[in-house]
């Protein structure tokens, strides 16, 4: 099979693992990445950094896919002004699965979200645009991952679960079933989630 072209928006640490995850893959050939001004030049695992994202119009000329490779813990706002301004300038966004993650047949995934290495998704999970899966994350049947979220990894996400758009669930958490996350939060690492949580949970209530 034929790869197909994409370029990776993003050069930091995070990039270094989308391309390790694309390159196992093999079904995309990176062409490059798109970084900060500074970072043009910069070698990347062996790709270049092309060019800062205010050229991204003249690239999705000649490259038709991208993936955004920033990461996200405290605010998904970066992700999401990258993934609108690449959708805006034409590009398609890719996704992406690491052959080394379990992901059942029963599970649908947008736009833009990579899942990374010994990831786990058993049957009915829903995974929204632009989502990070990371490493080890075991997202068990019938939850939802909205849009713009990073789980991260090591994660223990059990059954019927929400997590609402703009989340960041951190290292080794463990969510019990039923539990909704609530937009753009920030659970902390090691976590232990028993009750909903959004703006007005206190801590010790979860």
């Given at each position: 099979?034929?790869?197909?072209?994409?370029?990776?928006?993003?050069?930091?640490?995070?990039?270094?693992?989308?391309?390790?995850?694309?390159?196992?893959?093999?079904?995309?050939?990176?062409?490059?990445?798109?970084?900060?001004?500074?970072?043009?030049?910069?070698?990347?695992l062996?790709?270049?950094?092309?060019?800062?994202?205010?050229?991204?119009?003249?690239?999705?000329?000649?490259?038709?896919f991208?993936?955004?490779?920033?990461?996200?813990?405290?605010?998904?706002r970066?992700r999401?002004?990258?993934?609108?301004?690449?959708?805006?300038?034409?590009?398609?966004?890719?996704?992406?699965?690491?052959?080394?993650?379990?992901?059942?047949?029963?599970?649908?995934?947008?736009?833009g979200?990579?899942?990374?290495?010994?990831?786990?998704?058993?049957?009915g999970?829903?995974?929204?645009?632009?989502?990070?899966?990371?490493?080890?994350?075991?997202?068990?049947?019938?939850?939802?991952?909205?849009?713009?979220?990073?789980?991260?990894?090591?994660?223990?996400?059990?059954?019927?679960?929400?997590?609402s758009?703009?989340?960041?669930?951190?290292?080794?958490?463990?969510?019990?079933?039923?539990?909704?996350?609530?937009?753009?939060?920030?659970?902390?690492?090691?976590s232990?989630?028993?009750?909903?949580?959004?703006?007005?949970?206190?801590?010790?209530?979860?």
């Open positions: 099979m034929k790869r197909k072209d994409i370029i990776l928006i993003g050069a930091g640490g995070h990039a270094q693992s989308c391309i390790d995850v694309i390159e196992e893959e093999d079904k995309y050939r990176i062409i490059g990445l798109i970084g900060k001004r500074e970072e043009v030049g910069k070698i990347v062996g790709y270049e950094v092309l060019s800062d994202d205010l050229q991204l119009l003249t690239l999705s000329k000649k490259v038709p991208a993936l955004i490779a920033t990461g996200q813990i405290n605010s998904p970066l999401v002004s990258l993934f609108q301004k690449a959708k805006q300038a034409g590009f398609l966004m890719a996704s992406i699965k690491s052959p080394l993650a379990y992901v059942s047949r029963n599970v649908k995934i947008d736009e979200t990579i899942i990374m290495h010994a990831a786990v998704i058993n049957a999970v829903r995974i929204g645009k632009n989502c990070i899966i990371n490493s080890k994350a075991l997202i068990e049947h019938n939850v939802t991952v909205s849009d713009n979220c990073h789980v991260s990894t090591g994660v223990l996400i059990n059954g019927d679960v929400t997590i758009s703009g989340s960041f669930i951190g290292s080794g958490s463990v969510i019990r079933e039923g539990v909704t996350i609530g937009k753009n939060m920030v659970i902390s690492m090691g232990v989630i028993r009750k909903n949580v959004n703006f007005r949970t206190r801590l010790e209530e979860v």
